[in-house]
């Protein structure tokens, strides 16, 4: 099993940056993708980003592309989302997940684990 923890989320003014992070333990050998997913209120939870864990090929909403960056760091376990030009559109809650077979990784379904969330909000 896998255990994920997210971290670097706050508030922040539109136009400004954060950096999430999401500390993976556990038997973390059988990942074979990672990605974010987020969640504003009274919305279903929506795709952000996917990275594939050995070639760092990576995959975005297009409401983020251009603005955000995944990528990870294997010798820490530690997965990354890297958001400049921050809108207040992208206020919710972040989530990272695992994956440890291929598929279609804009999916829920095909993530095996997940984090808790943290919240990020952007203000006008």
């Known amino acids: 099993q896998v255990q994920l923890g997210e971290s670097g989320g706050g508030l922040v003014q539109a136009g400004g940056s954060l950096k999430l992070s999401c500390s993976a333990s556990?038997?973390?050998?059988?990942?074979?993708?990672m990605g974010w997913f987020r969640q504003a209120p009274g919305k279903e939870r929506e795709f952000v980003a996917t990275?594939?864990?050995?070639?760092?090929?990576?995959g975005y909403a297009d409401s983020v592309k251009g603005r955000f960056t995944i990528y990870g760091d294997g010798t820490k376990n530690t997965l990354y989302l890297q958001m400049n030009s921050l809108r207040p559109e992208d206020t919710a809650v972040y989530y990272c997940?695992?994956?440890?077979?291929?598929?279609?990784?804009?999916?829920?379904?095909?993530?095996?684990?997940w984090g808790q969330g943290t919240q990020v909000t952007v203000s006008s």
């Open positions: 556990g038997r973390t050998f059988s990942t074979y993708a």
């Open positions: 990275t594939i864990w050995n070639t760092g090929a990576t």
């Open positions: 997940a695992g994956a440890q077979s291929g598929g279609l990784l804009t999916l829920e379904s095909t993530y095996n684990y």
